[in-house]
């Protein structure tokens, strides 16, 4: 009987660990759908994110194969495979 209710006590802690964490999830993404930040959309090229957002802050020069290059502006990094977006990730 002890170890049953051990058990049952383990399950509920992780559990509401899994719902907090959860929870803090959708209160990003909801702060993100009220706030939408303007980024590149994947396929552009350097060229065209240079033109419609301006120069970056840093630039991380060309890493492995393919080259990854890194734009960072503020908010949010440009990641680039050749000269093309292929991701852009907002800053928490």
Partial sequence: MRKFSLLLGLVALTASGSLLADTLVIEKVRRDLEAPIARPDRGLTMGQVERQFG?????????????????????????????????????P
Avoid: L, Q
């Avoid at 630039?59 to 890194?70: C, F, L, N, S």
């Avoid at 908010?75 to 852009?88: N, P, Q």
């Fill in 55 to 91: 120069e970056p802050e840093a630039r991380t020069g060309a890493v492995g194969e393919p080259p990854i290059t890194r734009w960072s502006y503020p908010g949010y990094t440009v990641y680039f495979e050749h000269d093309r977006v292929i991701h852009t990730v907002i800053e």
